[in-house]
């Protein structure tokens, strides 16, 4: 006898539907599995076996084949397995086949035939959705996690007797054990900008980051506290929006870094390590999976000591900076992974730190390997360059420049702004708007035009690092509730771009 299960393979962060086609006839006994599966596929066969016998079940003695369609596509893990067991008792006349047409399956078995959750929960939901299919069946720890996506009939089960037991139209009082959060550390308090003492001028360039999306770079000697403005500023950004919550649970879902739960609620802030490997930063590897830059998607990447990082991993970001997204390619396949961050970034000026005064020992040669370590093309698509030296020993011991609250509440309005006038655009922010955006949005008056047209004529701009001003001062003008971007918004953006840190003489920056 023939029976179908419909299932979904994972393939980037969305999902692929798959029709487990199970055909149980006489012969020799034989299992085989087809379908272009991995390593984890093919060793299902033990873990179907096992679990059908200890949930009571008999394994048919006869020649079972199991095609996971369409047989092009390559499916990777175990999440295959309850759809393959479904097949199998449904082929066997052990549960009842037709109930198997409106639904879908997926999970991983245990070999006493439990329910393991898997990876991706979020992604099957809203492919079955779109698929039509009126009911999916997962997992009991990845029910929850399912259940945000409307329109479609969630049913969380914990072994393959329960579903068994579902698909014969009986109910089931099964809940699973909440699964319990890691105790907080006593002492960590949440992270604040009034912990920072000084450094006015970099906390109003992350002001500006965090209002427009824009990328920064903080550039100092060691110890000036470039570290701790970075990890400050995901406490700024603004809440995320349902849509947004809902892609970053996607993407960690599907990377494994979720084992159940609801809705993500924080932004991610991501800070790899500086060794870290070009596909382990935007991507990729033998079974393609997503990399530091999609993991910070809607969130912040730092990277500490960024001329410390490898040159081709950086090298790697410039795409995903630039466009938002990167496409990784294995075997004939393409995953696409979202890639809308804010960068923020922090390097010493020289190999020791201490350019510019007398404590620096390093010689010309030095200063210039130093600088070839980051690349021309890398920093055009950095937004703020933001000079941080040691605060004054006055600063020290005074009260806190800024609060993060107040700062919120700035940042927010802004992006309030930004998302009613690009409303029905896909940019949500100023730093993703398009040129042609740009051109709609961002009407200097003469001033502006001529200062910003200096800038560029004296060969210190770029095309693109035109564009990118443009959209600061936009971002300056939002903050300050400016419909117009004045002559001032744009010299503030230049400081901040050529390194002169908002000087308020046209000048010095062009």
Same mark, same amino acid.
């Given at each position: 006898? +023939? =029976?179908?299960?419909?299932?979904? %393979?994972?393939? @980037? !962060?969305?999902? /692929?539907? #798959?029709? $487990? *086609? ?99 929960? +979020? =992604?099957?939901?809203?492919?079955? %959705?779109?698929? @039509? !299919?009126?009911? /999916?069946? #997962?997992? $009991? *720890? ?369």
């Amino acid at each position: 006898m +023939l =029976a179908h299960v419909i299932t979904f %393979a994972v393939r @980037g !962060i969305e999902s /692929l539907r #798959v029709t $487990a *086609e199970v055909d149980v006839h006489r012969g020799l006994p034989a299992f085989s599995i087809v379908g272009l599966g991995d390593q984890a596929v093919r060793e299902a066969r033990e873990r179907v076996r096992a679990a059908l016998h200890n949930s009571g079940f008999r394994f048919p003695q006869q020649r079972v084949t199991v095609n996971l369609a369409p047989a092009y596509v390559r499916k990777v893990g175990a999440g295959f397995d309850l759809a393959i067991a479904l097949g199998i008792l449904a082929a066997d006349d052990q549960i009842p086949a037709e109930r198997l047409r409106a639904c879908a399956v997926f999970g991983e078995l245990s070999l006493g035939g439990g329910l393991r959750p898997g990876r991706g929960a +979020l =992604a099957i939901a809203e492919g079955a %959705a779109r698929a @039509g !299919i009126a009911t /999916l069946i #997962v997992p $009991a *720890e990845n029910g929850e996690e399912a259940g945000l996506v409307p329109d479609i009939d969630v049913r969380a089960a914990g072994s393959l007797g329960a579903v068994a037991a579902l698909l014969r139209g009986e109910e089931i009082d099964y809940e699973a054990e909440p699964a319990v959060p890691a105790a907080p550390d006593p002492v960590a308090e949440p992270l604040d900008l009034s912990d920072v003492r000084g450094h006015a001028g970099p906390i109003r360039a992350l002001t500006i980051a965090a209002a427009g999306g824009h990328n920064l770079l903080m550039s100092g000697p060691p110890g000036t506290g470039k570290t701790m403005l970075a990890r400050r500023l995901p406490s700024i950004l603004p809440a995320m929006t349902q849509d947004e919550a809902i892609e970053v649970t996607r993407i960690h879902s599907v990377a494994g870094l979720r084992s159940g739960g609801g809705l993500a609620r924080e932004r991610p802030f991501r800070a790899p390590h500086h060794t870290i490997s070009p596909s382990g930063l935007v991507g990729g590897g033998a079974v393609p999976t997503p990399g530091e830059a999609s993991l910070a998607h809607n969130g912040v990447l730092f990277l500490d000591e960024l001329s410390e990082f490898p040159r081709n991993a950086l090298e790697a970001l410039r795409q995903p900076l630039e466009d938002g997204r990167v496409v990784v390619v294995r075997k004939q396949q393409a995953a696409i992974y979202p890639t809308r961050f804010v960068l923020a970034a922090a390097t010493n000026p020289c190999p020791c730190g201490h350019a510019g005064t007398t404590r620096c020992r390093c010689t010309d040669a030095d200063h210039q390997r130093h600088r070839r370590r980051l690349s021309g093309p890398l920093l055009d698509r950095i937004d703020l360059l933001v000079d941080v030296q040691r605060p004054a020993a006055s600063e020290l011991r005074a009260g806190p420049v800024a609060r993060s609250a107040e700062l919120r509440d700035a940042v927010e309005a802004a992006r309030e702004r930004q998302r009613s006038r690009l409303r029905g655009t896909v940019a949500r922010c100023n730093a993703e708007m398009s040129p042609m955006l740009v051109r709609e949005h961002v009407a200097l008056d003469e001033a502006g035009e001529r200062l910003l047209r200096k800038a560029y004529e004296a060969g210190r701009l770029s095309a693109r690092g035109h564009h990118r001003v443009l959209k600061v001062a936009r971002t300056i003008a939002d903050l300050a509730s400016s419909e117009s971007v004045g002559v001032d918004d744009v010299r503030v953006a230049l400081g901040w771009r050529l390194d002169v840190e908002g000087s308020d003489d046209a000048s010095a920056v062009a």
